[in-house]
């Protein structure tokens, strides 16, 4: 395994106990240290199921040559302890991540099970909360927060124990515009500040457009991982699977339509907006 691979699954099968179809047929990818991955994919496609084997919440079928790999560790029942340190989930329901009565004790709880001494986790708790904007709230229920700021405070119970990966799991999905804005933003900036390799799931074609590597899954199987931009750009092979296209791309095939061919290097919002602005189209 290259030192550059954060996450890396060959040939994974997994089939859940009671069913007789395996979920993932024959997983094959590859996560690049300090990246953004989004995956995407339609209900029931197995994004979940994924995220579950990253951290070894779910282990691959026996008896098969499934093969995950985290951070050059494999994943095993063995392992799985020295794996959960390394790697952060953040759920879509923040109301069912909560385990303290309040902020500090929540982002505290991670800590505490690892015996962190007290002044210690004091100041890292103080530390977490600030760095996703929500110190003012340490002494807050969380019963009483808003969406995205209980999802504030779940990311913070995360950093808290300083994982190397992070796994968004439709984590902005029940938020509003803002909430989802303010929440990538917050992750974007951790992702450079501690070098964080994050895997977002996401039904939020805007969302996955942030990311570095798109990864494309269908009934159980990768389809396609690239670029958000040659992943985008593919809208058959999306709206045949079931899947939105970004705004950006619905645009230019509209302006296609219309007889505005927009060259194929021009696929950010930005780019597209300077090459219209240039363009002095008569509406
Ligand atoms: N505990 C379980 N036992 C049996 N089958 C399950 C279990 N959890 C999920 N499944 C099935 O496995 C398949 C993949 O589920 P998974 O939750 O990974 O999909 P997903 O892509 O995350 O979907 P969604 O977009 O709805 O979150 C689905 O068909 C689901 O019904
Ligand atoms: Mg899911």
Redesign the pocket.
Known sequence: MSNNNAIEFKHVKFT?P??KKA?LKDVNFVVKKGSWTSLI??????????SKLINGLLLPDENSDSKITVLGTNVTAENIWDIREKVGIVFQNPDNQFVGATVGDDVAFGLENRGVPRQEMIKIVRNVLSEVGMLEYIDSEPANLSGGQKQRIAIAGILAVEPQIIILD?STSMLDPSGRKQILKIIIELMKKKQLTVVS?T?DIDEANMADSVIV?NDGEIIDQDSPVKIFNKTTMLKQIGLDIPFTNKLILALDKSGVSVPQNLRTKDELKQYLCQLNLKI
């Open positions: 859940y009671d069913s979920v994919g339609h209900n029931g496609s197995g994004k979940s199921t994924i439709e799931i039904h899954l």
